[in-house]
């Protein structure tokens, strides 16, 4: 208590002592307690698994089918999906590191290496996704050979149609199209 008088009210304190104020109006104030922020409860909002398969099958002809479906079913963040590379798939175990992120900028994007233990993994993948996967590498071959000399290779596996990264901004507007599309309810975190 005397540290605090000291140190946060020692102006009044001060002028006490000098005569200023024949009684400092900060004596009788009581510490303030542990002040611990109210609960607030959200309504978690999810689909429902019909609508789940409606909209992994709204997603199926969209060149980024396997971003989508990594995120709905697997819950991977926005940021994880559009930093993943082919050699983050090992499909001689089934399974796909997480291990870096590229994060929404003023300027666009940037590459964030700052994933901690837990949340660096290796998560486990199912036969239809690993398909996906499949489905992917064959259309990016197909849209390298037509960007030819153009395309920028940084082995990514969610890119434009010349191999160039995919800002944050343009996979939630792809994301905001389908399910408004597929009249979907709109999910927010």
């Known amino acids: 208590h005397d540290l605090f008088k000291t140190t946060t009210l020692s102006p009044l304190a001060d002028a006490n002592d000098e005569g200023f104020l024949s009684r400092s ?8 307690r542990t002040v611990a922020k109210p609960v607030i409860e959200k309504e978690a909002l999810a689909w429902t698994a019909t609508e789940v398969d409606r909209f992994l099958a709204a997603t199926a002809d969209h060149r980024w089918a396997i971003a989508f479906r990594l995120r709905v079913l697997y819950g991977l963040r926005r940021s994880e999906v559009l930093a993943l590379r082919w050699d983050d798939v090992d499909t001689a175990k089934s399974t796909l590191r997480i291990d870096e992120s590229l994060v929404a900028t003023n300027q666009g994007a940037a590459w964030s290496n ?5 949340s660096r993994r290796i998560i486990p993948l199912d036969d239809e996704t690993l398909r996906e ?3 992917r590498r064959a259309a990016q071959a197909v849209e390298r050979l037509a960007a030819g000399e ?25 994301l905001e199209r389908i399910v ?3 009249e979907l309810p709109r999910l927010t975190s």
């Open 25 to 32: 109006p900060a004596a009788r104030v009581a510490l303030p």
């Open 114 to 118: 700052a994933k901690n233990e837990r």
């Open 133 to 135: 996967f499949a489905r």
């Open 150 to 174: 153009v395309w920028e290779d940084e082995d990514l596996i969610i890119t434009t149609r010349v191999g160039w990264l995919v800002l944050p901004r343009s996979l939630d507007r792809a």
């Open 180 to 182: 408004a599309d597929a």
